[in-house]
C-alpha cells in the first residue's frame, strides 16, 4: 500500500480450505463425484482449527470432502456454529473424464497441460470449463461478500474453487490461476476492502499455508 493511503469501510476476509486428502490409489478423476476423504491426521486438522477465526460464517460446497473438513475442524477447536452450504462452491465439474484415471485422460485427449486436466478454457464433454467454475464461484464470492460485508468468512471448498478465488483477486487469467498449488487441508487468506476502488479492492494474506511438518510426519507413519 502506498505510504499515506488510507483505506476505509469494512474489510471482508475469506479463509479459503481445501478439503482434506481423499483416498484415490487409482489416480482416477473424481471432479464432482461425490467421494469421502481422509480425516484421520489429528495433529494437523488441530493446527489449522487455531488458525481459523473465532465468529466466522461457515460455508461449504455440497460435496461430502468439504462438509466434512469443516465437521473436522470444528471438532478439533474451530468456532463453527453452523454450517451453510453453497453448490457454487464445488469442484470443477469435468464431465465424461470423471471416472478415467489421470492417464487415460492425457492418452485420449490430447491433455498436455501440465497444471489441470485440460487447458482452462476447454469444457470436458457433459462437464463444464475451469473459465465456467470460475464464473459460478465468482458469483457466490460476490454475493456472500456483500451479505456479509466486514465478516470473517471461512469456506472449505476444493483446489479449483480456491485457485478461482485467487483469479478473482488477482484479476488473473485463467491460465495463470492454474498454477497456484493449493494442499488439502491447507489455508488461504484472502480479504476485500468495502470502500476501495473496485479495480484494486481484494488483497490475498497468504496462500497454501500448511505445517510442512506435520504432513510429512504423517506420511512417513502411514509409510
Known amino acids: 500500500m502506498a505510504t499515506g493511503a488510507k483505506i476505509t469501510g469494512a474489510v471482508t476476509r475469506w479463509w479459503w480450505v481445501r478439503h482434506a486428502p481423499v483416498p484415490n490409489p487409482e489416480a ?3 471432479g464432482q463425484s461425490d467421494k469421502d476423504c481422509d480425516v484421520s491426521n489429528h495433529a494437523l486438522f488441530q493446527h489449522q ?3 481459523l477465526p473465532k465468529g466466522a460464517v461457515w460455508y461449504a460446497s455440497n460435496l461430502l470432502r468439504a462438509r466434512k473438513t469443516a465437521e473436522q475442524l470444528a471438532l478439533h477447536g474451530a468456532d463453527m456454529r453452523q454450517l451453510n452450504i453453497d453448490p457454487n462452491l464445488a469442484e470443477q465439474h469435468f464431465g465424461e473424464w470423471q471416472g478415467l484415471t489421470y492417464v487415460e485422460i492425457a492418452e485420449k485427449h490430447a491433455n498436455n497441460h501440465l497444471f489441470w486436466l485440460g487447458p482452462p478454457e476447454h469444457r470436458p464433454p457433459g462437464g463444464e470449463s475451469f473459465v465456467d467454475l470460475r464464473d459460478r464461484t465468482v458469483r457466490s464470492i460476490d454475493r456472500l461478500t456483500e451479505e456479509h460485508r466486514g465478516r470473517d468468512i471461512v469456506a472449505t471448498a476444493h483446489g479449483g474453487t480456491i485457485r478461482a478465488a485467487l483469479a478473482h ?3 488473473l487469467h485463467p491460465e495463470a490461476a492454474v ?3 493449493i494442499d488439502n ?3 488461504t487468506m484472502i480479504e476485500h476492502f468495502e470502500q476501495a476502488d473496485p479495480a ?6 497468504f496462500v497454501n499455508y500448511m505445517p510442512r511438518d506435520l504432513v510429512v510426519a504423517r506420511a512417513a507413519a502411514l509409510a
Open 49 to 51: 482449527a487455531r488458525l
Open 185 to 187: 487441508v491447507s489455508v
Open 28 to 30: 482416477r478423476c473424481y
Open 169 to 171: 483477486a488477482f484479476d
Open 200 to 205: 484494486h479492492a481484494w488483497r490475498v494474506a
Open 179 to 181: 498454477r497456484f498449488e
